[in-house]
């Protein structure tokens, strides 16, 4: 596959950004991201949209601000930057402790198979209105899918749904449970049990 030349991977179907549109900025290498202990308990999560503990270990990751001069800090569940935010994340995550180590696999995976970083839980679709980005065939009532996200400047917006039997050519891997899981908190073992079972049962798509 070629880099960056799919048409699906425009940004049709994504609602655009509210406000006047951002100008493009370098960042600055000056200020680099970071990965540090939380100082209060309220930023909320860029990823998942939890909140941050006070004390747990963020990664934030530095974008020039959108509103203005200056640089603007995106905050992350460690986790969650890995998965979600893998290139910035790994310009960081070597020199930031056992903790974000351990988390370099997880991110260079993503880098690797890189639509993975979009994935945002899964669910039994229901209705079957939604069209699948894989495949663009209908994603049947109750039908497992996956929950994509797009990054768009500073934020994630919900970018749509892959059958879960499209993960494979989707994605070019269904090792993917680990993420689903992380960002599908409401998801049982039964579920993730089914899920296993409909990532493996490759969906052929209607001649
Ligand atoms: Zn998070
Ligand atoms: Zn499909």
Known sequence: MVRGLDNEDSRRNIPAAKGPPAQPRAYNRDVPHVIESASSGRAKCRGCG?????????????????????????????????????????????????????????????????????????????????????????????????????FEEFRFEPGGFVHAGCAQPYFETIDILDRIRHFGL?????????????LRAVRTPAA
Request: proline fraction near 6%.
């Open 186 to 198: 409401d998801l049982g073992a039964a579920d993730i049990a089914e899920l296993r079972k409909a």
């Open 50 to 150: 939890r909140p941050i503990a006070m004390g747990e270990l963020r990664f934030g990751e530095r974008q020039p601000n959108a509103f203005g001069e200056g640089e603007m800090t995106l905050w992350f569940h460690l986790t969650c930057g890995a998965y979600a935010r893998p290139v910035p994340f790994l310009e960081i995550a070597a020199t930031a402790g056992d903790a974000a180590a351990s988390l370099i696999p997880a991110a260079q995976f993503g880098v690797d198979h890189r639509r993975v970083p979009r994935i945002h839980g899964a669910e039994r679709a229901p209705t079957g209105r939604a069209r699948c980005r894989s495949c663009k065939e209908l994603i049947a009532k109750d039908e497992w899918r996956i929950a994509l996200v797009f």
